[in-house]
């Protein structure tokens, strides 16, 4: 069957599903996944990750809010979206539950970065790495969806003028800027592997050549939008 790492902000919900009579259940391949965050997410370019597997205990957590020792700042707010990202992938059907996933053969490794509320691209990158040591490890992933993006709307962080090897310009984030090269070098590893990575180019409706990672400056990874509002 075809693995899918699922990279997102959280998986709210995840633990319930996998139940049995879930919607996920058995599509998980929790023991393959990770939640990274930074443990200092009040800086601009945080160094320092926590960087563990999954337990049972820490994805049945995810529906609840909990704070992180290294500081006050949140280590967790709950966050459905990347449990609804796995079901839209790999949820079963004919179960008379739910949805009925595109492809319900796939299994999902969930790898979450961030709190729930806000992450990092040197956590995404950190996920990108962590997906390449699993394919080294004997531990095949096929496929790697994010839909996370870097956009070019009021009040989400974009960037300006890029091309096609480094930033030309400043950056609104710096955060971005710092990790664009470090990601198009793991993002060409992954693909010489090949892995097919798709990307999403956000909701707003903005000029997808100023995106990140879903956009020009990435021409192997996999950009998907639309055309009209969903």
């Known amino acids: 069957s075809i693995t899918v790492a699922v990279i997102d902000n959280g998986f709210s919900?995840?633990?319930?599903?996998?139940?049995?009579g879930g919607d996920l259940e058995r599509q998980i391949k929790w023991q393959e996944g990770y939640r990274i965050l930074a443990k200092n997410q009040g800086g601009?370019?945080?160094d320092t990750y926590i960087n563990e597997s999954w337990t049972l205990n820490r994805l049945e957590l995810e529906d609840f809010q909990q704070f992180s020792p290294y500081g006050n700042t949140t280590i967790q707010a709950p966050e459905s979206h990347g449990t609804k990202v796995a079901g839209t992938i790999a949820a079963l059907t004919n179960n008379g539950k739910g949805i009925a996933g595109v492809a319900p053969q796939a299994k999902i490794v969930p790898i979450k970065v961030g709190n729930g509320r806000t992450s990092s691209w040197g956590e995404v990158n950190l996920a990108l790495n962590r997906v390449?040591?699993?394919i080294h490890s004997g531990m095949p992933i096929d496929?790697?969806?994010?839909?996370l993006w870097n956009g070019d709307t009021a009040g989400n962080d974009y960037l300006l003028g890029w091309n096609t090897s480094l930033p030309s310009?400043?950056?609104v984030n710096p955060d971005a800027s710092k990790w664009y090269s470090p990601m198009q070098q793991i993002v060409r590893f992954l693909t010489d592997e090949g892995v097919i990575i798709?990307?999403?180019a956000g909701n707003g409706g903005w000029n997808i050549e100023r995106n990140f990672p879903a956009g020009p400056s990435f021409p192997n990874i996999i950009s998907?939008?639309?055309?009209e509002d969903t």
């Open 224 to 227: 998907v939008g639309a055309v």
């Open 132 to 134: 390449y040591q699993n």
């Open 44 to 46: 601009l370019i945080p």
């Open 143 to 147: 496929i790697v969806n994010m839909s």
């Open 169 to 171: 310009g400043n950056s």
């Open 198 to 200: 798709v990307a999403c």
């Open 13 to 20: 919900g995840m633990y319930a599903a996998m139940q049995p």
